[in-house]
């Protein structure tokens, strides 16, 4: 059996004047055993009806009521049972109701007597917000209800009641009977309600009906104090919440080293622990124009602007909040006067802040900085959408500007993780290039210096050695220091560039003679070696191209050469050009030699690479001819790149030259570039010595 009408809203409806008051659990039960205490004090027999909604709360006052019992005779006591607790007639009546009952919720304590009556009729008032709050504290338990000393209100609950217990304990009826002849009662226990005329035609004195000033006092005095511990308790709640939140953010940010991970992760612990209708953080400097956010939370129904491009170099809110270098809070966007001039000031190709507030629907806004010693890494951004603006509170400010400072923290570890790890793999790539240095300076420097020797000392101690002799040894001999000279000059070359300390001298050059000049040096240098078949597809009418001349040649002959060192004598080579923009021709040397393997053809521009190792190579060379070629391609702002189909199917080498775009200057003569390469490369080699 279970009840929809709870005992306090039947009362209401009886007497509609009435309107109940609010309290807490702890002046519920000052006043409870007030009225026991009453009881236990007098001589009379009252009528007591006590209702607990649970069988641990009749358990605390166990006790009292057998006590009570032995001063009456008419006591009846109803609670939910969750043990033992069960319909019974002994020292006083035991009621068990159901547990889906309406008294559940409800506190009641009737006390009637022929000279005195009072009664607590109470219902418990329960919301999200109090039962965050009671959950620490049960005395903050709210209830809202009545009491009264009024005799006609107090047998009107005894009525209700009795008719419950009747309901529940049929067998009472006699009992149930005897109490209201002795408290004179109105006859109502078979269900009848009162006459809504006699009821209507009745006039309650509510002037009269206030309890003892004295009690009164104390309730207030008890009702004060309950506030005072819920704003105490609220406030610790505050602080635990933010403490959590803090914490939570710290350690799950401080987890990861992944700067965009621990952006993601601030900004979604920090938009669900505030309820915000949407956070957002992103990366800038303070001299940034604009930055794109990555990273937000939104709250249901807010739309996204992720990836949209954020305004920062004429955003006065980004000005201000770098020039302060503190947090900045807009309860009301729409009304602001730095929206509204930022709106009068901006030109029609910015984009002004009012525009910025209306497409996002921000009505509230919060801007806190994310700085690491004076640097700023990025801002945190609140937006509040409505419907209502919002006052901003300090303590959300403070909480916002620690988690800020933990992500400037974990966002400097990650990078200095980053640098970390690039620093490493540079030591790799150093260790890596000492190991080749050694090894090619061993295989390279040591060969031709042990034929030099031999070669020196058979001149020096075979006198009568005969002159074609001599000369084999002599020509033996200067081919090997060629080649050391090679080695040396192509390491200082390399280590120039890699430095930065080449000196360009950009010129407006004729591509074709470039390449003739090209192809003159390599054939000058391979004059008693076989060589394949080089065809010159470069026509003279090309526009001129924006280069070092001296530079520009080198390119050309270490790519002829690389081609010719794996291009049989039967091959072929080819030198074209083709334009696929107004800006840059495309040169491209082109053979039809070994080819290169597809998954190599990046690190074909290593320093020291060598496709057969560098111990045991069939070709000549050091593995620095690539390397030197990306070098000075990408001086004058360049693409290099190699292309092949894999194995014995050949390869090409494709380079960029930027088109020289201004007047069209005397164009410098084959013979002036020829003279202005060798005068350079003696240059070079004399510094080199």
Not at 196 to 221: A, E, G, S
Not at 496 to 515: D, F, K, M, T, Y
Not at 670 to 681: D, E, G, V
Request: glycine residues 4%; charged residues 25%; negative net charge.
């Amino acid at each position: 059996m279970s009840r929809s009408k709870s005992v306090l809203t039947q009362l209401l409806q009886i007497f509609p004047q009435w309107r109940p008051q609010m309290y807490f659990k702890a002046s519920l039960t000052a006043l409870s055993h007030a009225m026991e205490d009453q009881v236990l004090a007098g001589s009379e027999e009252p009528l007591v009806i006590a209702s607990f909604q649970r069988e641990r709360f009749y358990r605390q006052e166990a006790q009292r009521y057998r006590r009570i019992a032995q001063k009456s005779n008419q006591v009846y006591v109803l609670a939910a049972p969750e043990t033992d607790f069960k319909h019974r007639s002994g020292d006083y009546e035991a009621v068990a109701f159901d547990c889906e009952d309406t008294l559940t919720q409800e506190w009641h304590l009737i006390v009637l007597g022929k000279s005195y009556s009072s009664c607590l009729i109470c219902q418990e008032k329960i919301t999200a917000q109090t039962k965050a709050i009671t959950t620490a504290m049960d005395n903050n338990r709210r209830f809202e209800g009545i009491w009264t000393f009024d005799r006609q209100v107090t047998e009107q609950a005894a009525n209700i009641l009795l008719k419950t217990i009747l309901d529940y304990r049929p067998e009472l009826e006699e009992k149930i009977q005897k109490a209201r002849d002795q408290y004179k009662l109105p006859n109502q226990f078979k269900g009848d309600t009162p006459q809504q005329k006699d009821i209507d035609n009745t006039t309650w004195d509510v002037t009269n009906n206030n309890p003892d000033p004295f009690v009164q006092r104390l309730v207030t005095y008890l009702q004060a104090g309950q506030y005072k511990l819920i704003k105490a308790n609220r406030s610790l709640a505050d602080k635990e919440h933010k403490e959590r939140l803090i914490n939570s953010v710290t350690t799950a940010i401080r987890l990861s080293l992944d700067p965009d991970e621990i952006l993601q992760i601030a900004v979604q612990k920090l938009g669900e622990g505030l309820g915000v209708c949407r956070c957002l953080v992103y990366r800038c400097k303070e001299t940034d124009p604009t930055a794109t956010i990555e990273h937000e939370f939104l709250n249901e129904g807010i739309h996204s602007i992720k990836g949209q491009t954020w305004p920062l170099r004429h955003n006065p809110l980004f000005q201000e909040v770098v020039e302060l270098r503190d947090a900045l809070t807009i309860d009301n966007a729409i009304n602001d006067p730095r929206v509204i001039k930022g709106k009068e000031e901006t030109t029609s190709s910015e984009q002004s802040l009012q525009i910025l507030v209306n497409r996002c629907s921000i009505l509230s806004w919060m801007l806190v900085p994310i700085f690491y010693r004076g640097r700023l890494l990025g801002m945190l951004e609140l937006h509040h959408c409505g419907p209502k603006p919002i006052t901003w509170k300090e303590e959300d400010v403070a909480l916002v500007n620690a988690i800020a400072t933990q992500i400037g923290v974990a966002l400097i570890q990650a990078e200095a993780y980053a640098n970390l790890q690039d620093l490493n793999e540079q030591l790799e790539a150093l260790d890596r290039t000492r190991s080749n240095l050694v090894a090619i300076t061993g295989h390279e420097l040591r060969t031709p210096l042990s034929t030099i020797q031999v070669c020196l000392e058979s001149l020096a101690s075979e006198p009568d050695m005969s002159p074609e002799l001599r000369q084999v040894m002599l020509n033996t001999a200067l081919q090997d220091a060629e080649r050391m000279r090679k080695l040396v000059q192509d390491f200082l070359t390399l280590s120039q560039l890699e430095s930065g300390r080449v000196e360009w001298n950009i010129e407006a050059l004729n591509l074709h003679e470039c390449v003739e000049l090209s192809l003159s040096n390599v054939r000058a240098r391979h004059k008693d070696t076989q060589l394949p078949d080089i065809e010159n597809l470069v026509k003279e009418e090309l526009p001129l191209v924006k280069a070092d001349g001296e530079w520009l040649v080198e390119v050309l002959a270490k790519l002829l050469d690389n081609a010719c060192k794996f291009t049989s004598e039967e091959g072929k080579i080819t030198i074209e050009v083709s334009s696929h923009s107004r800006n840059h021709i495309e040169v491209t040397v082109a053979d039809t030699g070994r080819g290169i393997e597809p998954k190599r053809l990046e690190t074909v521009f290593d320093r020291f690479y060598q496709e057969e190792g560098a111990l045991r190579r069939s070709t000549g060379g050091t593995g620095l001819g690539l390397a030197i070629c990306r070098q000075i391609v990408r001086g004058w702002g360049g693409k290099i790149w190699a292309e092949s189909q894999g194995k014995d199917h050949g390869s090409q080498f494709h380079f960029t030259v930027p088109i020289y775009l201004d007047q069209i200057p005397t164009q410098p003569s084959n013979q002036s570039i020829a003279r202005s390469y060798r005068s350079k490369q003696k240059a070079r080699g004399k510094r080199r010595k």
